[in-house]
């Protein structure tokens, strides 16, 4: 009787042993078509994604291609009406032999080249005789008389010269007040050019220097024109070479109490950067030392910038995007199915830096496309 108990025992372990390992296996095998299905998932996403990317680089070039051989008469239309479509974070280039355009206008800081001055051969000498009064009679009281005639005329560059001369004389001359007003006659010029750069530019960094030397009693106005300084600085509202932006911005910092720059900023800058590679890169094609057509990532600062370019003769088309707006505009699409599957997509560079998303030491056993 105990041998037959001693060996029920055992049967019944072993069959207990024997379901357990069963049930064992079972779930090993389930967790593995779990972890099989989730890896399908992974790699049709993957899959997904690279030909998302490629089809979005691809219609890129076909528009910049084009835009590369379009007739000016329609250039600047065409590409206004692809820059309505472009995110925040984008821009799109058109180089000339000696010119740079932006679209849309006012997302560059600073731009790489001035553009070509425009012709003013009729006022070459028209302030020499005001200028030897000034300078080397030191009659600034005759000078003041012909600079205001001058300021009548109908060039609107002569006017801006004339002023701008006027004021000068009126600063030296110790009457702060009346060159204020001269500037604000300037400055309503606008962007008529004046010694090269804008003529409200001039004018409001001019006032700046005089408000500041009248102490006290324009301390307010002075804040006032320095924060508005600033801001239209940092918002590219002038066409500035990068030395001219950054002496600028300076100029109105120091007579700030504070002045941080807004949201966007730093992109803002590696965005002119950027531009100013592909101005590089656009003399680099005439010179036959890059390819005519390109693309590449590079970083500014801690600020990924994607840029595209196509050239033809006498014209190259690009554009550069931020990783927000590769998200927005050649991800959209998919991240409805993404987010339903729960996968995410990490984009790095060439050296395994992301640019979207956030790697960490689980990604290293995800699908990778080097595409």
């Known amino acids: 009787m105990r041998r037959l108990l001693v060996l029920f025992l055992a049967v019944t372990l072993l069959l207990t042993a024997t379901l357990v390992w069963l049930s064992w296996q079972l779930v090993r095998q389930d967790e593995a078509l779990v972890e099989q299905r989730i890896e399908e998932r992974r790699e049709s996403a993957a899959d997904l994604a690279t030909a998302a990317l490629q089809k979005s680089l691809l219609q890129a070039g076909e528009q910049l291609s084009a835009l590369s051989v379009m007739p000016a008469r329609d250039l600047a239309g065409k590409a206004s009406e692809i820059a309505k479509r472009l995110g925040a974070d984008s821009v799109l280039i058109i180089c000339g032999l000696d010119s740079v355009e932006a679209f849309p206008g006012g997302r560059l800081l600073f731009h790489p080249i001035r553009p070509p001055a425009a012709s003013f051969a009729s006022a070459r000498n028209v302030f020499a005789k005001a200028e030897s009064l000034e300078f080397l009679h030191e009659n600034r009281q005759a000078a003041a008389a012909i600079l205001r005639d001058l300021a009548r005329a109908g060039d609107p560059a002569v006017r801006a ?128 030392k890059e390819a005519a057509e390109g693309q590449r990532l590079q970083w500014f600062g801690d600020r990924p910038i994607l840029m595209l370019w196509r050239a033809a003769p006498g014209m190259m088309a690009a554009l550069t995007l931020g990783p927000d707006d590769v998200r927005a505009q050649w991800l959209a699409t998919l991240q409805p199915s993404l987010a339903e599957q729960g996968v995410e997509i990490v984009l790095t560079d060439t050296d395994g830096r992301a640019v979207i998303g956030q790697l960490t030491a689980e990604h290293r056993r995800q699908p990778l496309r080097p595409a």
């Open 161 to 288: 010269g004339a002023l701008m001369r006027l004021a000068r004389i009126q600063r030296r001359s110790g009457r702060p007040r009346e060159a204020l007003a001269t500037y604000e006659s300037l400055a309503a010029l606008g962007s008529v050019p004046v010694e090269g750069l804008p003529a409200d530019l001039v004018a409001r960094h001019a006032s700046l220097v005089l408000l500041e030397n009248l102490g006290v009693a324009e301390r307010d106005r002075l804040g006032r024109e320095a924060s508005a300084l600033f801001r239209d600085v940092q918002t590219g509202r002038w066409r500035l070479l990068r030395a001219e932006y950054g002496f600028y911005v300076e100029e109105a910092r120091r007579r700030l109490p504070s002045s941080e720059p807004g949201a966007g900023y730093e992109t803002a800058v590696a965005r002119a950067h950027a531009v100013e590679s592909l101005w590089e890169s656009w003399r680099a094609v005439q010179k036959k």
